[in-house]
């Protein structure tokens, strides 16, 4: 396992910070919205998988070790998780390059920022030492292997409670795949830059 995936706080910290870099990347391509369509897509692929594999492993780990707190820290993550898919769902049908595209997405990154501050400064520094190190490095590997099937599309109808969740996440994910064939990434040029970040 990769030293920035030792335990749970890691796996989740390190996808944060992608997803304010390819934020980042969106915004510095102001004026190129080929560019920005690539950002975007890129930032809405990370945030699906990040938020099923949250959803999936995380919160209910905080359910089953934290009893009501953990419970309660759950259903707001949740419900902040579905403002979310609800806004990048949203974002797809608006061209990149817009006015409206670069609001939504902007308004939609407040959320996040917002939600990831508190999953970093309050849920995931009250989980951490319940687990202990080596389930934390278990749920490490099993929230980034979740990732690799998880639908790569915000579903905003989907339930967000395994195990429906993880049900429709499988019914999801191949459909996801074929439209990415089609949708617009960044090229390994334009991603080059943030691998010495």
Known sequence: MSASHRVLSDAIEKDHKEMYDFYDE?????????????W???LRWEVARHAVGEEIIVYPLMEEKLGNKGIQLADQDRADHQLIKERLYKLESLPAGSKEHADLLKETMDILHKHNDHEEREDLPL????LGRESSS???????????????RVHPAAPNKPPFETVAGLMAAPIDKLKDMF???????MKEHLKTK
Do not use: H, S
């Open 40 to 42: 975007a897509t890129q």
């Open 127 to 130: 989980l951490e030492p319940t």
């Open 26 to 38: 969106y915004v510095k391509a102001a004026g190129n919205p080929d560019a920005q369509e690539r």
């Open 138 to 152: 278990e749920a490490a590997a099993k929230f980034k292997r979740t990732k690799q099937f998880a639908p790569t």
């Open 183 to 189: 949708a617009k990434f960044p090229t390994e040029d």
